[in-house]
């Protein structure tokens, strides 16, 4: 038994210990997929959407037979006392007699059937429910194309940082290597103390660099997390490198392409609020025409001095009733005609804002190609600027060693390296990020659920 409780507890802190240390590996679309699913605001999103779905049914059942039942238990303590001319007992004129009428207890059954025949604000209700769930679709789906984007803009937020990391790492090793010989050589007297003093100062900006890099690395590890849904202290593993990332992007393909406004999830939010607002102007119509209801009723009730009710001899009484109703809107003082116009206005303002949205999506989509475009010419500058950069640098790195160049040409020669290396990799990023934006736009990866 013993034995049995020490491998249970055993079995427990592993498994707990297993949970701990979870860790994930994705590449690109493994990321996007598994936000999709787990991402906090697309959770959320999805059930704005099931509760548009549950609304709907609601609107719906407000014109279906809605079936009331009630009952009900008096005690009469002190019953009321009526006066009756005493005549009436045979008394003198002008005289009264006190009466109590009815029994000290009754009981009550009641069940009501109500049905709406004709109710035009009803009509106008279901269509403003489709709308309303069409617009919370829409809304989910433009969520989706914004967690996509920000998990895209995450996932090379980590892997710059990585890349950066990586180079600063091996600059940093340069610099040491180069200041170690060249503080010997000054040692031996062959060289300016200034050359020493040079690259220790690139040195010392190198590991700024590199410490501010592995801190914004931390930081950028944690918003991917979050952008996942999980936890942010999670260990993730990225499969996929910057570069080979921003090669699969580059499609130039895209700039060819054509603005269908009608898939652009912005124009559909949009074209929800003008038919929002028709359906408002709608329902402000209808309250003007008559609302037609029918009812049916059957209920039964009970009489005794004392609680009888239970019993099997007591006396129920059975009543029923049908009924029709109209309402008629007859005189509002200008009340619904002010409600009328103030909902045509709306209206009016909406085609107006729809107008707008049109004329800014297609500004936004020819920004947003030239962007694209922008980026890819800066990546292929960036990379021929790199490979000259390091040109420049390993010639007078030889040329330093060599007694050729000063400590101050080399760094020059350094800093236009790192420079360099870092607007590469940013290139690589917005290359990444100005194609994911476009993707938006354009609304290619259709992200429904």
């Known amino acids: 038994m013993t034995n049995k409780l020490i491998l249970i507890c055993f079995l427990w802190i592993t498994s707990n210990a297993l949970a701990q240390e979870k860790s994930y590996a994705f590449s690109m679309e493994e990321a996007i997929s598994f936000a999709l699913d787990s991402n906090y605001t697309a959770l959320n999103s999805r059930r704005d959407v099931a509760i ?3 609304k709907k049914w609601e609107t ?7 079936l009331n039942g009630k009952v009900s238990y008096n ?6 006392v009526t006066l009756i001319p005493g005549e009436f007992f ?18 009550n059954a009641f069940a009501t059937l109500e049905q709406l025949i004709f109710d035009g604000s009803y009509l106008v209700g279901l269509q403003a429910a489709k709308v309303f769930l069409d617009y919370t679709e829409n809304a989910n789906e433009k969520t989706l194309l914004e967690v996509r984007k920000g998990v895209i803009n995450a996932y090379g937020s980590v892997l710059i940082a990585n890349e950066l990391i990586e180079i600063d790492q091996k600059n940093k090793e340069t610099l040491e290597k180069n200041l170690f010989e060249t503080r010997k050589i000054y040692e031996n007297g062959l060289t300016e103390e200034e050359n ?8 010392l900006e190198v590991e700024t660099n590199l410490k501010n890099t592995l801190r914004t690395r931390s930081i950028a590890e944690q918003m991917f997390n979050a952008a996942l849904g999980i936890d942010i202290n999670a ?10 990332l921003a090669k699969q992007n580059i499609q130039l393909d895209f700039l060819d392409r054509d603005l269908n406004l009608e898939e652009n999830i912005d124009y559909k939010i949009a074209y929800n609020l003008t038919e929002q607002r028709n359906l408002e102007l709608k329902l402000e119509k209808s309250k003007a025409l008559p609302n037609l209801s029918a009812f049916v009723n059957y209920g039964t009730q009970a009489n005794s001095n004392s609680f009888t009710f239970l019993d099997g001899d007591q006396i129920w009484f059975q009543s029923s009733v049908l009924g029709v109703s109209m309402n008629i809107p007859v005189f509002s003082s200008g009340m619904r005609g002010a409600r009328t116009q103030q909902a045509k206005i709306a209206y009016e303002q909406s085609e107006t804002l729809f107008t707008e949205t049109i004329q800014n999506l297609k500004l936004e989509f020819d920004a947003a190609q ?24 390993s010639k007078n790195q030889i040329k330093f060693s060599e007694g050729l160049v000063s400590s101050f040409d080399l760094r020059q020669a350094q800093t236009q390296l790192y420079l360099a290396q870092q607007r590469y990799f940013q290139s690589l990023l917005n290359v990444i990020n100005s194609k994911a934006e476009l993707e938006t736009i354009l609304n290619t990866p259709q992200l429904k659920n």
Do not use: W
């Open 52 to 54: 548009a779905i549950k």
């Open 60 to 66: 719906t059942a407000t014109g279906l037979p809605q």
């Open 75 to 80: 005690n009469n303590l002190k019953q009321p």
């Open 90 to 107: 045979g008394g003198d004129p002008g005289t009264f007699s006190p009466v109590v009428f009815g029994t000290k207890q009754n009981a």
């Open 196 to 203: 020493v003093e040079q690259l220790e100062i690139t040195l």
């Open 235 to 244: 260990k993730v593993i990225l499969t996929q490198k910057l570069d080979d």
């Open 370 to 393: 030239n962007r694209y475009q922008f980026s890819i010419e800066v990546y292929e500058n960036a990379k021929k600027n790199l490979s000259l950069a390091e040109r420049i640098e």
